[in-house]
């Protein structure tokens, strides 16, 4: 392997085509700015996000579902804290809890077991919000509600699988040459996974981990592949993602999961890229079946082609001005994990 200042002079030297490659997964983005990655890399080397958000690629009538719960007498909404202000077409979490809506943000599903034993006349809805990294863990609060009797507890999914959605982004994006593929994702997944894409659509896809060393490295595999005309699949994150993943993880997924097609905020439908309760355990399901694609976005909101890389988010007309992480007119200004969000706090970092 190069020396990392080997590495960051060839990346800095490059003058071949100009290449854009597509980082999937928000943190690599938010570690990209961090380290000021793209100071480190020609300019004929172009970043772009991808949908690796999931709180970004939820659809809107699903941000409406959950409020009604939280309205709803006799009921509580379960959420991680990332949701609370992301807009539905009426309200987001925030707002409806500041009408009187029951909102209890969680850490840890498993640790809503307790709760609900002893709240055991109040139905708790989950928002079961993800990709593949987070799925294992409403399969083992799902797991535990079984093992414990706990039957107020039901699950409202718009869990995504990254797969899918990246072959759509494969089969309509002619524009992107090649992918950092996402760390924590592939922890789950693995980087096999990834092969068929590459060899299908003849695109290199570079698992890579968090640190400025890991990104760069993949980075320079990326471009050397693009430029000698290969397409593999290349893995720098072994601590981490083995090539067939979490077996154990994937299993219990399997159990309690299984696919079904699924819509994307900004994207639209992408055939079997949702997970769903399998009939067996379709009693805890809080009717995530009929949620459909329901998008009604502020005008001017462009964050359909932010997560698919056709513009940068400073970009959109709404950005920084009518759109702040305060006031998010879209999904991807809201998450710690959004593009928006991130280009956003790193220019006012900048500036300061």
Known sequence: MKDIHDVIHDLQAYDGK???????CGTHTASIFKNGIKSLISSRIKLISGPGCPVCVTPAAYIDRCVDYALRPGYVLATFGDMMKVPGTRLSLTQAKAQGANVLIIYSPEALIETAKSQSDTTFVVAAVGF???VPAYSLLLKAAEENGVNN???LTALRTIIPALDWLCAGEQQIDGFLAPGHVSAIIGCEVFQPLAEQYRKPFVVAGFEAEHILTALSDLVTQISGGTHDVRNYYKSVVKT???IQAMRIVDQYFEPGDAYWRGLGGIPGSGLYLREAYRQFDAGSFDIGGNEQQAAGCRCGEVITGRIDPDECPLFGT???PLNPN???MVSAEGSCGIWYRNVQRLRS
């Open 18 to 24: 100009p290449l854009r490659i597509m980082e999937v």
């Open 132 to 134: 593949e990294t987070t």
């Open 153 to 155: 507890i039901r699950l």
């Open 244 to 246: 067939q993943g979490n």
């Open 322 to 324: 009518a759109c702040t």
């Open 330 to 332: 879209g999904p991807c």
